[in-house]
């Protein structure tokens, strides 16, 4: 089990490597860097001293020798200056990990709460109107793209409310805080629960299917112990995998969501920092996400190997 | 001696989109103490489905039990509500299942599972429970129970997760033990081992054994009495001796005559029984056997034969013989 996990971790150093250096590449690719915007659309600057902002960032080095800045300096824990505020990147990054990774956590939570229950009635009333009716919202939301989704919750907020779900450091009661919270959250997490529904369901609809559900009913179990201690324990193993990936696509959802709601996190602090190609910025927020989402699917792995025995005993 | 396990006219259907299907029909038949009644057809002849029914585990809808009464030491399970069905389930009434290697739960030990069978019909302590299960491997001859006991089913052989099911069933002491194909998927060595096992623990507990199979050979090694089922009705009951010693009905007949024989030379073909089974939903009017029965006459397409004494303790549905 210990010898899975470090080939996991040295598995994981090279997924690393590879979103370094994709992000890196990209952000090159992109045409103009932030010389290029100071001079070209705000007119700033003249030209001889764009030239010197190029030079003093180091933007007129070869690629590998800046990969190799940046990367020795991560490996030391020195995240280099944000071009913009020219503060060091992890202060401007660390007060804004708690609110995105709160969001992201609550987020996650609604979906698996929603997603899991739902997709189990579904299954045990399948055909009912009750399943159509679950099954035809889910895909609904499914499709449904999260910006716009952010925005009707907005209207519908203003005008059935007055009021809007603005984001506030210190909000004035707890049911503004559970607001402001809980909103954007689900929001950004229906699409999540909408799949794990889905999947839920039909997962549960296989499990129902198999000899062992039979062998409970015919020890005498009822129909709820059959339904959440022998189907559900089984059916839940894909959905665990799911949840590693949704994490991935979460952050999609957050930085819509965190723009549509005006909420200082990390994700739409991103979309900022691509904007004005405050490369220390984005390389390192992108590597922040990404050591994230690795990290959920490692830990979705060994959870994985708790609930099935087949792969902990092999492992 | 009363029969501890009374089944009378026991009919169940599936309502289908094509049509009614007849799964069982007037299927009747007891089982004492301690005896092994064999149920013996071919696949889709209605076997499986008799034990769902007597289980009442037939999924509903789109099963459905019509008529018929299950008594189970004089308490008829079809009149049961829910509830108390299931506390007949496993403490009175037990099944134990063709495919061991998908018929118990991939995720929980198989000393959990028995202790579960346990701890829902006794009032006992988990501990007991656990104690029981371990007991139960030990009673079934798998060696080092203790440790098996903590083993999940992926971890035993295919022999020794029917074993753990027969555990299972047994744990509690039904009065009444169903085995559907309970050696089909297994070796045949094993095969042997198990229904020897299955046979000392009826000797012992004194359970009714229902045997379903399709092997005229187990029924020849291990039942007592046997019933001949087609297509969802019963065709012939008698002695296990009897009936194989002077089979009435076409069919059984048929089923001997299709038995290889040692010692038969090797050029001679295996006799075979014409044409397939109808459809359950499309049954005809008289005899279902008829269309392949070589002595059919005009009557057999009319009217269904009705069970009649042939011979003192031996019945069978037959126009002709």
């Known amino acids: 089990m210990l010898d899975y996990i470090l080939r996991r971790l040295a598995l994981m150093v090279l997924t690393l490597f590879g979103v370094s250096v994709a992000i890196f590449l990209l952000l090159r690719i992109v045409p103009g860097n932030i010389a290029d915007i100071l001079f070209d659309s705000a007119g700033m600057i003249d030209p001889a001293e764009k030239q010197q902002i190029t030079k003093d960032l180091g933007l007129d080095l070869p690629l590998v020798e800046q990969y190799a800045r940046w990367i020795g300096g991560l490996a030391h824990g020195d995240l280099g200056y944000s071009y913009v505020s020219e503060k060091p990147v992890l202060d401007e990054i660390l007060p804004r990990i708690p609110i995105t990774a709160r969001l992201a956590g609550l987020a996650l939570l609604f979906a698996v709460c929603t997603g899991v229950p739902f997709g189990v009635i579904s299954a045990v009333r399948q055909n009912s109107w009750l399943d159509y009716i679950l099954r035809v919202f889910s895909l609904l939301f499914l499709s449904m793209p999260s910006f716009w989704l952010g925005l009707l919750v907005l209207m519908a907020f203003v005008n059935w409310f007055g009021i809007l779900p603005i984001y506030d450091k210190a909000p004035p009661t707890w049911g503004a805080f559970a607001l402001m919270l809980g909103v954007p959250a689900a929001t950004v997490g229906l699409r999540s629960s909408a799949l794990i529904m889905r999947l839920t369901r039909s997962s549960m609809l296989e499990v129902l299917r198999q000899d062992y559900v039979r062998t409970a009913r015919s020890k005498g179990l009822s129909e709820g112990a059959v339904t959440f201690v022998h189907a559900l324990r089984n059916a839940v193993l894909p959905v665990i995998t799911t949840i590693g990936i949704e994490t991935a696509f979460l952050f999609g959802g957050l930085i819509v969501t965190e723009t549509v709601f005006n909420i200082p996190g990390v994700a739409r602090f991103l979309v900022e920092a691509i904007r004005w190609r405050d490369y220390p910025m984005v390389q390192n927020l992108v590597m922040f996400i990404a050591v994230i989402v690795v990290m959920v699917n490692l830990i979705v792995d060994i959870a994985y190997m708790f609930v099935d025995p087949r792969i902990r005993l092999r492992a | ?321």
Request: charged share 20%; net charge neutral.
């Open chain 2, 1 to 321: 001696m009363a029969p501890v396990l009374e089944v009378s006219g026991l009919t169940t259907v599936f309502h289908t989109r094509t049509g009614v299907v007849r799964a069982v029909q007037d299927v009747s038949f007891s089982v004492e103490a301690g005896e092994t009644l064999a149920i013996v057809g071919e696949s889709g002849c209605g076997k499986t489905m008799t034990a769902l029914s007597l289980m009442r585990l037939i999924p509903m809808p789109p099963g459905e039990i019509t008529a018929g009464t299950v008594k189970v030491a004089g308490t008829d399970l079809l009149t049961l509500d829910e509830a108390s069905m299931r506390k007949m389930r496993g403490s009175q009434i037990a099944m134990i299942f063709q495919e061991p290697m998908t018929a118990l739960n991939p995720l929980f030990t198989v000393g959990r599972q028995i202790a579960e069978m346990v701890s829902l019909h006794e009032n006992v302590s988990r501990r007991v429970a656990n104690d029981r299960a371990v007991e139960m491997l030990q009673h079934v001859r798998i060696p080092a129970p203790e440790r098996r006991a903590r083993e999940y089913p992926h971890q035993m052989s295919g022999g020794m997760r029917q074993r753990a099911m027969i555990a299972m069933a047994l744990a509690c002491k039904p009065k009444v033990l169903i085995a559907d194909e309970p050696t089909t998927a297994l070796d045949v060595t094993i095969q042997a081992q198990v229904l020897d096992l299955i046979d000392d623990l009826r000797k012992e507990l004194g359970t009714a054994v229902v045997l379903i199979t399709h092997d005229l050979g187990v029924v020849a090694e291990t039942a007592d009495r046997m019933i001949v089922m087609y297509a969802g009705r019963k065709v012939e009951e008698g002695t296990t001796k009897d009936l194989f010693a002077d089979p009435c009905h076409p069919y059984l007949q048929g089923l001997l005559a299709s038995v290889p024989r040692l010692g038969a030379s090797g050029s001679q073909r295996l006799r075979e029984i014409p044409g397939v089974v109808p459809s359950l939903s499309d049954l005809p009017k008289g005899c279902a056997f008829a269309d392949r029965c070589s002595s059919a006459i005009g009557k057999c397409l009319e009217a269904i034969p009705p069970l009649e004494q042939k011979r003192p303790g031996h019945s069978a549905a037959c126009w002709v013989t």
